[in-house]
């Protein structure tokens, strides 16, 4: 098996996360577990089709994995590992800018 491309990775995730509403649909999956689209517009202001397709996207992002349920009901979960891709992207690139911002409060203090 090929080893992904964590840079891809991150792209995607970051592309995925760049909606409000998707960052919603998120939270709430993170906040009260597995949930069918259906229920997600139950507990947010989005219509059932557009958390439909805020969902495709994040399950192409690999945010969110898809499970069959109960009468062909498809549940959706929070699939964390993308995000930690990304967080490692963002942790070095921190690394890259501590140096040199370092250096350059010293030169300014």
């Not at 909606?19 to 577990?33: E, F, K, N, Q, Y």
């Not at 994040?58 to 549940?75: C, D, F």
């Amino acid at each position: 098996m090929d080893k992904p491309d964590l840079e891809a990775v991150a792209q995607e995730v970051f592309a995925a996360l760049a909606d409000p509403s998707r960052r919603a649909i998120l939270a709430a999956l993170a906040a009260r577990g597995p949930a069918t689209a259906t229920d997600l517009a139950t507990q947010l202001p989005i219509t059932r089709q557009a958390i439909a397709k805020h969902l495709a996207l994040l399950a192409e992002a690999g945010l969110v994995v898809a499970e069959p349920g109960e009468r062909r009901r498809v549940r959706y979960r929070v699939d964390s590992a993308p995000m930690k891709v990304a967080q490692q992207f963002l942790a070095a690139l921190a690394r890259d800018w501590d140096g040199p911002l370092a250096a350059l409060q010293d030169r300014l203090t």
